[in-house]
């Protein structure tokens, strides 16, 4: 194995057509798309008879550990046009003081934060950046809460590919910081994700950009797909009870939820799914209302506020989808106030040493909420995803100070 194996030399690739998630219709390959003629979310399918041929487990086990060793169920089809920064597999990290004192079971968590930019979005984006290079874009837009459009600018810059960016006006700074510094051009608007979301669907026919908006955009979600992949093959082709996963546009989970079907076609896995459940913050939880109501969509949260940034998505276009996922795999959707999801974060990283961001901290509420409740079992083995890494998220300040000066008062410590 050596360490650039799966970035270079030709692998099949079997793709065979784009698919509209909601009729079916099919899209042809190779084009540049957007949304299907439906104005829903085009899927993409692939010959997976093919792909159980081509592709084993243990040849799976010998390939370098990155996101680019599931190249026969991914998008690109030519090495050339990968755009890669270091999409290394994330470990799972156990959390045996949490679950002991909880009483029992298993808590693992996915840590995204070791992906390049510092959050999973490098999965979505690097698949996207790697398309729109196949395909000849000059120039991607894209609405963001931060992580997307960091790991966005990062690629496209990578690639050549001009990038224009909006955030709403209180973006964490860290990000607006780190998008610009990466070369794009980044602007804050003065309101929500979908505002500026407008603002890029608009410029389409102005500007003449691509449309990279959640889920607008057919391979974002081939690039989220591996978690899936990866997190099966890390837990011996196993999947876990439960995946507690923060839900905004809600990308990650029907990726994983697709990744999964996929792994049972090529016969990798069986019949057990996780029970997905999609995380939300109190203050912006549509796809809770939804659920809670039987809906088949989510219509917009007004007022949406919470301290998760990357979760105040208050209306997604792969609604329907999330609230499939969900529903099949006999899960919930789920709120979590944000002082909860303060008191998560601090919990863990004084018991266990691991600084989670605001959306993870949300996971690990949602989870105490769940066992609380009996929602889930204390027998469970649950995988909370933490999505972003800690250290990109302003952090309280540590207050103690000591004069050396004065004479240091040992018996203090
Ligand atoms: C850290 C973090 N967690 C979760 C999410 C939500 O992800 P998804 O769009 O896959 O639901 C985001 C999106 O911005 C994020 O930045």
Not at 30 to 45: E, Q, T
Not at 48 to 58: E, H, Q, R
Not at 228 to 245: K, N, R, T
Request: aromatic residues 8%; proline residues 6%; contains cysteine.
């Amino acid at each position: 194995m050596i360490y650039d194996d799966n970035l270079r030399g030709e692998r099949p690739s079997f793709v065979t057509h784009l698919e509209c998630a909601m009729t079916g219709e099919r899209h042809e390959a190779d084009r540049i798309h957007n949304l299907s003629r439906a104005g829903k979310p085009l899927l993409v399918r692939y010959d997976l008879a093919g792909v159980a041929k081509a592709l084993s487990k243990d040849v799976l086990a010998r390939r370098a550990p990155d996101l680019w060793r599931y190249r026969e169920l991914l998008p690109v089809r030519r090495a050339e046009d990968i755009v890669s920064l270091g999409e290394c597999m994330t470990p799972i990290v156990p959390m045996p003081k949490l679950a002991a004192k909880l009483g029992g079971g298993e808590i693992l968590v996915k840590d995204e934060g070791r992906l390049p930019t510092g959050s999973f979005k490098a999965r979505g984006l690097v698949m996207a950046v790697s398309m729109a290079k196949a395909l000849g874009i000059k120039h991607m837009a894209m609405p963001t809460n931060g992580n997307a459009g960091a790991a966005l600018a990062a690629y496209a810059s990578r690639a050549g590919i001009k990038t224009t960016i909006f955030c709403p006006e209180d973006t964490p700074e860290v990000n607006v910081s780190e998008i610009a510094l990466q070369g794009a051009d980044v602007y804050r608007v003065n309101g929500l994700i979908d505002d500026c979301g407008k603002i890029v669907g608009e410029g389409k026919a102005k500007v003449g950009w691509f449309d990279t908006s959640t889920l607008k955009e057919p391979y974002r979600i081939e690039g989220k797909k591996t978690m899936g992949l990866e997190l099966a093959e890390q837990l011996g082709w196993q999947v876990p009870d439960a995946i507690f996963y923060p839900t905004g546009g809600g990308t990650g989970l029907i990726g994983m939820w697709k990744a999964f079907a996929e792994l049972e076609t090529i016969g990798f896995i069986g019949k057990k799914r996780p029970r997905m459940i999609a995380v939300q913050a109190a203050g912006c939880a549509p796809m809770v209302r939804a659920f809670e109501a039987g809906e088949e969509h989510a219509p917009r949260w007004e007022n949406a506020h919470t301290i998760a940034s990357g979760i105040r998505v208050p209306q997604a276009v792969g609604d329907f989808l999330i609230l499939r996922a969900v529903r099949e795999s006999g899960g919930f959707a789920i709120a979590v106030a944000d002082e909860a999801i303060t008191a998560a974060l601090d919990e863990m990283a004084r018991e266990e040493g691991f600084l989670l961001c605001p959306e993870g901290a949300a996971t690990y509420a949602a989870y105490k909420q769940s066992l609380a409740s009996g929602r889930v079992k204390k027998t469970d083995r649950v995988v909370l995803f933490n999505c972003a890494t800690g250290l990109k998220y302003p952090l309280p300040p540590a207050k103690r100070a000591l004069d050396r000066t004065k004479p240091v008062d040992y018996s203090m410590f």
